[in-house]
């Protein structure tokens, strides 16, 4: 873990997951030949400890940005980056104005705007309608953004990544007052309050609401997600929703939202046994929390394939003429997954006579199946 991170280990993982997202995206979307727009609603700075802001959404997002736009130049080809950075309160506006301008260049506009994020939404979509856009939201609560507001900054060119903050919410899901009820109307209404905190899981009623509105409302056509559990509890924290309209875009989120969770899971580990020292006074031994993190981290990931290659032979039974795109389009959304694990699940299913193997036949023989491939059960 990096320092400045200290206390809120969470706040890395989720800057982990923009900076890998953002690290593919240039290259991802290069050859579309069109710029490329950032758009942070929620910039801060806020409760940065690091040098250079290092440790906030706008440095992580700007470094990124510039390194990936000069490694494209090597390849002749350098998009033009737009940035817009909005922010409410005056004086962190300030401290992001100084900073994020000392970026700017002839093909790497910034634009830095002291608003609420919902006033700047028409401007920002009409400043960069003409690129490939990811929509960074990240408030410190619930409120401050809506589905319908965020469909102007859709498209089909347009991807989305909006942190909600669950378990701060969870709090008051049940609570009967107006200004409560009111001040989650944007995201939930008094319907879906109701239905989430009467749920059993409130948790799962909430990601498939969530889920639903930003598929429905917002437009996108493919929408994922990734819990961030609090440091030291097995609790969920924040839940990160990623919008996207293509099967790519899904596949770099998990990549990037793996790695972040790999990291996080030595880091959760570490904070824990530090607690347990504090607690105990003893000092435990060298690589202790290395151990229990690995452990951890392959029971974790052994059932999440379980339940995928469970999820797989239920569906091709269910729906035996699904093409392998629809089949990784619907298990990207579904499961922590990232595509190569899906590649490795659906041959081993294969060679277990589970499923047909189709794409080892005739002249077309391939190691994975195409995305156009037929996926059915072995008859
Ligand atoms: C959680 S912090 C953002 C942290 C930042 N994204 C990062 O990861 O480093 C939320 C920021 O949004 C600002 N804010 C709150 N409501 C806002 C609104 N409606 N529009 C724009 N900014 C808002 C707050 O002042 C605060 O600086």
């Known amino acids: 873990m990096t320092e400045s991170y200290e206390g809120r280990e969470q706040t890395e993982t989720k800057h982990l997951i923009l900076q890998a997202y953002l690290q593919s995206l240039i290259f991802k979307v290069s050859h579309k030949s069109i710029p490329i727009s950032y758009i942070d609603g929620f910039s801060g700075p806020w409760e940065s400890r690091a040098q250079s802001y290092r440790d906030t959404s706008f440095g992580i997002a700007l470094r990124c940005l510039k390194e990936s736009q000069a490694a494209l130049a090597a390849h ?10 909005c922010e409410k309160n005056r004086r962190a506006f300030l ?3 100084r900073f994020v301008t000392g970026f ?8 830095a705007l002291n608003d609420r994020f919902e006033n700047i939404i028409q401007e920002a979509a009409d400043t960069t309608a003409d ?3 990811l929509t960074f939201v990240d408030p410190k609560g619930w409120t401050g953004f809506g589905f319908e507001g965020l469909s102007k900054l859709g498209g089909r060119n347009s991807e989305v990544l909006i942190n909600f903050m669950y378990d701060h919410s969870n709090r008051f899901f049940g609570d009967a007052r107006e200004s409560t009820k009111n001040s989650f109307y944007d995201v939930f209404d008094d319907s879906e309050l ?4 009467a749920s059993e899981n409130r948790e799962s009623k909430a990601i498939q609401i969530f889920d639903n509105k930003l598929k429905n409302i917002t437009g996108y056509k493919y929408v994922a997600h990734s ?3 609090r440091p ?3 609790r969920t924290q924040f839940i990160l929703f990623f919008g996207t309209n293509s099967l790519s875009g899904l596949e770099v989120f998990r990549d990037a939202e793996e790695k972040a969770q ?5 880091v959760r580990a570490k904070a824990k046994e530090r607690a347990e020292e504090e607690r105990s006074r003893q000092v435990s031994f060298p690589g202790f929390s290395k151990g229990v993190a690995e452990t951890e981290w392959n029971m974790g990931r052994a059932a999440i394939r379980k339940e995928v290659k469970e999820a797989v032979t239920k569906r091709v039974v269910e729906n035996p003429t699904l093409i392998y795109a629809e089949h990784k389009a619907e298990l990207l959304q579904q499961f922590p997954i990232r595509r190569t694990e899906i590649n490795k699940i659906i041959n081993e299913l294969g060679k277990a006579g589970v499923i047909a193997e189709n794409w080892k036949e005739g002249n077309r023989r391939k190691q994975v199946p195409p995305d156009d491939c037929v996926i059915c059960p072995n008859q």
Request: proline fraction near 3%; glycine fraction near 0%.
């Open 76 to 85: 002749r080809k350098k998009p033009l980056v737009r940035a817009i950075f």
């Open 95 to 97: 401290e992001l104005e």
């Open 104 to 111: 700017a260049s002839e093909d790497f506009k910034i634009l």
């Open 131 to 133: 690129s490939f856009r």
């Open 194 to 197: 109701s239905l989430i905190a």
């Open 227 to 229: 819990r961030v559990s």
């Open 232 to 234: 030291l509890a097995d």
């Open 262 to 266: 790999l990291n996080y899971a030595y």
